[in-house]
């Protein structure tokens, strides 16, 4: 067999092979997501301003008038977002500042940063933050001690 011949069979046999094992890949399976008795609440003074911060206008048309929207996001809020002050961290490096996370400024485009951080007003709707990650992640709040943590929506059983 000529060169040409046998580099286009070992290129075709090695395509091949790659399309085989993409097919047999496992797909994940999706959970559905348990929501505690916490959601069943109604969204409180603060959770409200933070959503109507966050969405203005068109908080009724795209969060209100949509009520798996406001299960997902009171669970998020309730649940899944903690902000906690981490002293002693050896390498605290390795997480993204909050700095570094765009603004989630679609609908408001007025939105600005906190210019100083205060847990208590703190608004995590307003960044564009990984709230949909298969994993938790953890950023850090500059100049602070201060970490958020979200946790996934669903956790392997």
Do not use: W
Request: charged content about 30%.
């Amino acid at each position: 067999m000529t060169p040409r011949i046998l580099l286009a069979l070992l290129f075709g046999f090695v395509m091949f092979t790659q399309n085989g094992t993409a097919q047999t890949q496992k797909k994940q399976s999706t959970q559905l997501v348990k929501f505690g008795k916490n959601v069943d609440a109604p969204l409180t003074a603060k959770e409200m301003s933070m959503l109507k911060e966050v969405y203005q206008d068109k908080l009724d048309e795209y969060v209100i008038n949509r009520p798996r929207k406001v299960k997902n996001l009171k669970h998020l809020l309730r649940n899944r977002i903690v902000i906690k002050e981490i002293h002693n961290i050896k390498d605290d490096n390795k997480y993204t500042l909050l700095s570094k996370v765009e603004l989630f400024d679609h609908y408001n485009k007025d939105l600005k940063r906190d210019e100083v951080f205060d847990k208590a007003t703190f608004n995590p709707l307003k960044y564009n933050l990984e709230f949909f990650r298969m994993g938790s992640i953890i950023y850090k709040i500059d100049g602070t001690n201060y970490f958020i943590i979200i946790k996934p929506q669903t956790y392997k059983k």
